[in-house]
């Protein structure tokens, strides 16, 4: 009809900004990165299409279950895991995996294996899909050292080592936030093409929000810093508006959400997690380079995440990202208490 503006032609896939990418770098770039990100993109809709119909087949039981053809019922975070162990080792692009659902890494056979080494969460926030709640898998790339062949040394690299970091959120839509280091772009899966399109194009945090995400049901465990920072920004003084509270119980979505409408993400230390509750190599790190390519900031509180040099691949550490300026407002409280 007359009038009505024809949809755009020109769609960029997630597949063809990697290439282009891949092409800005010129003779530098093997291709190798390229294709592991496509293999971990077709995870992410298999995972997709999984939890959309995870009910319909039954994948919400506990794995160990059996059913009458005597078959175990994988539940969708193991079989999640599953399914990104199965593509990155077939990619031929891996050497060392590491994934929360399991303790031990697995280190690729030599005839599969490649350059890169990627932690993942294969389904976080899996607790949460009985509700409809939003779910996701976040994933970290590591280049092996130089003269390695891969082992576990090469995942216990400090954050800024890495290569590569993302997340998929599983929805309403599937969404796909990715950083090679040259800022950070959100992607939309379009269903009946099979591909994730280009929706959220060089993301920036806003420098100051008006939300703030903690748990605030530990609210008794935190310490003093943490608790004087909330009833700053809940009794603002000089007539400033409060902030709103928004904690969904998933870190895909709660970091989705303050990556587009700004404000602070945190998940402390406390009386009771001593050394917090997020795992560092598969959660905090891959969440702070995305924090920081968008122009924010990601902390304990008293040192920069991507900063820490892991000893053990299941480490956990407390985290705080979000916009620079509130970000920035929390770290003061933590350099008033040491002072």
């Not at 019922?73 to 995996?97: E, H, P």
């Not at 690729?108 to 409809?132: H, M, Q, T, W």
């Not at 508006?241 to 945190?266: E, N, Q």
């Amino acid at each position: 009809m007359a009038g009505e503006e024809l949809p755009s032609t020109d769609i960029i896939t997630l597949t063809r900004h990697i290439l282009a990418e891949q092409i800005r770098l010129g003779p530098a770039a093997t291709g190798d990165l390229t294709m592991l990100l496509n293999a971990i993109q077709v995870t992410s809709k298999f995972i997709a299409t999984n939890v959309r119909k995870a009910r319909l087949i039954n994948l919400v039981g506990l794995a160990g279950e059996t059913n009458v053809q005597g078959e175990e019922q994988k539940k969708l975070d193991v079989l999640s895991n599953d399914i990104m162990v199965n593509a990155l080792r077939a990619s031929g692009k891996t050497a060392v995996l590491v994934s929360e659902e399991l303790d031990d890494a697995i280190v690729i056979e030599s005839r599969l294996r490649g350059k890169y080494c990627v932690v993942f969460d294969p389904l976080d926030g899996s607790s949460n899909i009985d509700a409809g709640v939003n779910i996701g898998t976040i994933f970290g790339v590591y280049k092996v050292k130089e003269g390695s062949q891969g082992t576990i040394d090469d995942v216990l690299q400090p954050g800024h080592a890495m290569v590569a970091a993302g997340y998929t959120m599983y929805g309403s839509s599937a969404n796909l936030v990715l950083t090679t280091g040259n800022g950070v772009n959100g992607y939309t899966l379009d269903n009946a093409l099979g591909e994730f399109i280009l929706t959220h194009p060089d993301i920036k945090i806003p420098p100051r929000g008006k939300i703030y995400s903690f748990n605030e049901g530990n609210s008794m465990y935190f310490h003093p810093p943490v608790v004087k920072y909330l009833e700053s920004i809940k009794f603002p003084k000089e007539g400033k508006a409060p902030y709103s509270a928004r904690y969904i119980g998933s870190m895909v979505a709660d970091v989705h959400r303050t990556l587009l409408y700004g404000g602070i993400f945190g998940y402390p230390d406390d009386k009771k997690s001593k050394s917090g509750k997020l795992r560092l190599l598969y959660e905090a790190f891959p969440m702070a380079m995305l924090t920081e390519q968008a122009g924010g900031i990601a902390t304990t509180g008293t040192k920069r995440i991507l900063d820490i040099v892991p000893t053990k691949i299941h480490e956990r550490t407390p985290v705080f990202l979000g916009s620079k300026d509130d970000v920035e407002d929390l770290m003061k409280f933590f350099k008033e208490e040491s002072a």
